[in-house]
């Protein structure tokens, strides 16, 4: 071959290394070197990824359970703190077993604090309006067949809820020296 034909065939080499190197781009090299190609550290990056919201969702479930466990000593540590106020200064518990024909399916609470009774409901309904007005937060339980009506404030699931709650409506001028703690009995 002569030096002309070798130079004919340079431009050609060239053209063809260029069109290789465009249609394989870096991963050639990459394999040929033995490192990992594009798709290899695509799926490394997945991989990473994938692990780390592993890991964040993990530390979040740990994170709910501690704050689930946290929050379940406070109410135990409250629910202490309200039965034994509740002891010293004499304040009676009425469970609804003792209120015959109340129906406990229409009482999604547990706890209230009871202000008043009434023979006639739509009185009870009156005052239940006015505490609401003076921001409380009311029920009305009619039990006896709907004959009698008993009105209670800051209903609620847990007993220690009511020591905040019975300190504060004892300053209204509303709440009865007599006002009593309405306990629902846990369905059988």
């Not at 290394?17 to 490394?44: H, M, N, Y």
């Not at 009156?126 to 800051?154: D, H, P, Q, W």
């Not at 300190?167 to 020296?177: A, I, S």
Request: some cysteine; proline content about 4%.
């Amino acid at each position: 071959m002569n030096g002309y034909t070798i130079m004919r065939r340079i431009p050609v080499i060239c053209v063809l290394t260029i069109l290789l190197l465009t249609v394989t781009g870096c991963d050639f090299f990459r394999w040929v070197a033995g490192r990992p190609t594009s798709a290899q550290l695509e799926q490394k990056r997945a991989a990473v990824v994938s692990q780390a919201v592993a890991d964040q969702l993990a530390q979040e479930r740990e994170r709910a359970v501690r704050d689930s466990l946290a929050a379940l000593e406070k109410h135990q540590t409250d629910s202490v703190s309200a039965e034994t106020f509740f002891s010293q200064n004499r304040v009676t518990r009425i469970h609804s077993r003792s209120l015959p024909g109340l129906r406990l399916e229409d009482i999604p609470f547990r706890y209230c604090i009871v202000l008043a009774g009434f023979s006639l409901p739509g009185n009870a309904e009156k005052f239940a309006g006015s505490l609401k007005e003076a921001g409380y937060e009311s029920v009305v339980m009619k039990y006896t067949r709907g004959s009698n009506a008993i009105v209670g404030v800051c209903p609620t699931d847990h007993f220690g809820d009511l020591l905040d709650a019975y300190q504060r409506v004892r300053t209204e001028k509303f709440c009865p020296k007599d006002a009593w703690i309405f306990i629902k009995d846990m369905m059988p």
